[in-house]
């Protein structure tokens, strides 16, 4: 199987993260800002978005970087990191697109303008911040309530993608509130295999 996307992409880590974790080489090619760009006919093909990753396996393109992780782990039969049981399965995925919706929106706006550059009004990125912050509580509660992972004793592909979301906001340009139980639990991913490489790596 081939990853097409640079690794600077937060996307592309949990991709990689998750094939490392569940013991899978991955090939990775570069595609994204800096190297070929994902607007090209060829990759448009693959993915009508423009954007990264994409998965190929065989003749198969799978994109969304959320998809990629659960596809990568069910087909490798990780059912420690996806369960088979549906409501197991579904507290996992709900957190996931908690993540790839609510969460990323409320930072968008903050993190393009103080790390990408991207121009917005003062009053735009303290909003951004501010809903970074409230989203971020909510993880901070649901990992105080678990006393553990996202989902409870069992790490999973919640705690790989949000592990990601929280290591950007931990890095990020702003004003944080203390979130004792969120610095607890990435301290706890920081012992898994790949995550210096593809989390705490200081990259954005």
Sequence with gaps: MKLLGRLTSINVRKAMWTARLIGLDLDREDWGAGFRSPQEPEYLALNPNGLIPVLIDGDFALWESNS???????????????PAEPQARATVEQWMDWQAGELNNSWR????????????????????????????????????????????????????????????????????????????????????????????????
């Design 68 to 82: 990629i992780c659960r596809y990568l782990a069910a087909k490798a039969g990780a059912t420690a990191l996806l």
């Design 109 to 204: 706006v903050a993190f393009m303008a103080l790390v990408r550059g991207q121009p917005a009004t003062p009053e735009a990125v303290a909003a951004s911040v501010a809903g970074w912050n409230r989203h971020m509580r909510m993880l901070d509660q649901q990992l105080d309530e678990t006393g553990a992972y996202v989902c409870g004793e069992r790490f999973t592909l919640a705690d790989i993608v949000l592990g990601l979301s929280a290591q950007r906001w931990k890095n990020a340009p702003i004003e944080r509130v203390e979130l004792p139980a969120v610095e607890a639990w990435l301290l706890q991913l920081s012992e898994r295999p790949g995550f210096a490489e593809f989390v705490g790596n200081g990259m954005p």
